[in-house]
């Protein structure tokens, strides 16, 4: 038996967890249909943490997203600058900036999480920008849950093989949101996921979850005869009515004319989003945002006064470059049609 096929899921489809367009309902809508559900927890408060793991307690495996992130030093006078660039944009609106903060907007797991973690025993805890420290990857595993981490290189692969992964999830380029990388900033060093995954599940003994891109039957099918034992599928279920995306990030992902393109303005690290006005003037990669998490604050009250405007020129609107199929069905209508090629397991 393989460590996912542990979960005994009808189908091998894992949710990507995605924070700021999901709660614990489209986490436990994918899980009913026979998939894995993701909740995303880096941007929850203790509290909120703790009532999210007792909402999805005892109603099927559910995968647990927590941030593994180093916290940035204190950098005053980045924030500075970061906030003058932003400036004219809030005398535009004739808005004023939000007050000066240096306070995280996203925390990476630490032993106080682990603990609600140890309380409630998910089935799958994963991580994002590599493992937290050995201390917590074994406590985590100590309450029975299977550990997930994503890889956008092979070098990353080996580094999650050899520091406690039970599973490595193979991030191709084309993947919506943040990137998962870890050992190097270099996104030169990232590849498409039809080059990245057979390379890492030739390096590696552990199973592989392939994302990036696949959003139909035929590529839940290629990823599986690329040798993933399971695909992790987020913006194709962006549309559905149990996701919480915002109405101007939804009317985005169904905007044909619209690209994407890896920015760092929204968060200060690279992530893959539709483009917009702050993509284009400010990015959509910038040396001068502050380091993440810490670049979010400023952008707040530029975003909120966009959004009351029908407006996402300021809003951090991820999505993966394939859009084709972001349908506004159920969930369980959607994971049965992205299985269409699959026996059940």
């Not at 367009?21 to 249909?33: G, H, I, K, N, S």
């Not at 306070?103 to 609600?116: L, M």
């Not at 969930?331 to 397991?345: D, I, S």
Request: glycine content about 8%; charged content about 20%.
């Amino acid at each position: 038996m393989t460590a996912l096929s542990r979960l005994r899921l009808k189908w091998p489809i894992l949710q990507a967890p995605m924070a700021g367009a999901q709660d614990e309902t489209l986490a436990l809508a994918v899980t009913a249909a026979g998939g894995l559900g993701g909740l995303p927890a880096g941007m929850l408060a203790l509290e909120a943490l703790d009532q999210a793991l007792a909402a999805v307690e005892g109603q099927g495996p559910v995968n647990v997203n927590f941030f593994s992130h180093a916290s940035p030093e204190p950098q005053p006078s980045r924030l500075e600058k970061w906030r003058a660039l932003l400036a004219p944009y809030h005398e535009e609106l004739g808005i004023a900036p939000p007050p000066p903060s240096d306070t995280p907007t996203r925390r990476p797991f630490d032993s106080d999480a682990c603990a609600i973690v140890e309380r409630h025993r998910p089935a799958v805890v994963s991580f994002h920008f590599g493992l937290p420290e050995a201390q917590l990857v074994e406590r985590v595993k100590a309450c029975g849950a299977l550990v997930l981490s994503t890889a956008t290189t092979v070098d990353e692969a080996r580094w999650l093989e050899a520091h406690g992964a039970d599973v490595v999830i193979a991030q191709g380029l084309e993947a919506g949101g943040h990137r998962g990388h870890f050992l190097s900033d270099d996104l030169s060093l990232q590849l498409p996921l039809a080059s990245l995954l057979p390379r890492v599940v030739e390096a590696i003994s552990l199973p592989v979850v392939a994302t990036g891109g696949i959003g139909d039957p035929q590529g839940v099918r290629q990823a599986l005869d690329l040798g993933a034992q399971a695909v992790q599928i987020g913006t194709a279920l962006l549309c559905c009515p149990e996701a919480s995306v915002r109405a101007v990030h939804r009317r985005a992902l169904q905007d044909d004319e619209a690209s994407t393109d890896i920015t760092n303005v929204f968060s200060g690290r690279p992530a893959r989003g539709i483009v917009n006005r702050a993509m284009r003037e400010l990015g959509p990669l910038s040396d001068e945002v502050p380091d993440f998490p810490l670049a979010a604050s400023a952008l707040c009250e530029l975003r909120a006064a966009h959004e009351s405007r029908c407006s996402g020129d300021f809003s951090p609107l991820w999505a993966g470059q394939n859009r084709r199929h972001c349908r506004e069905v159920p969930v369980a209508e959607q994971l049965q049609w992205l299985a269409g090629e699959l026996e059940e397991q």
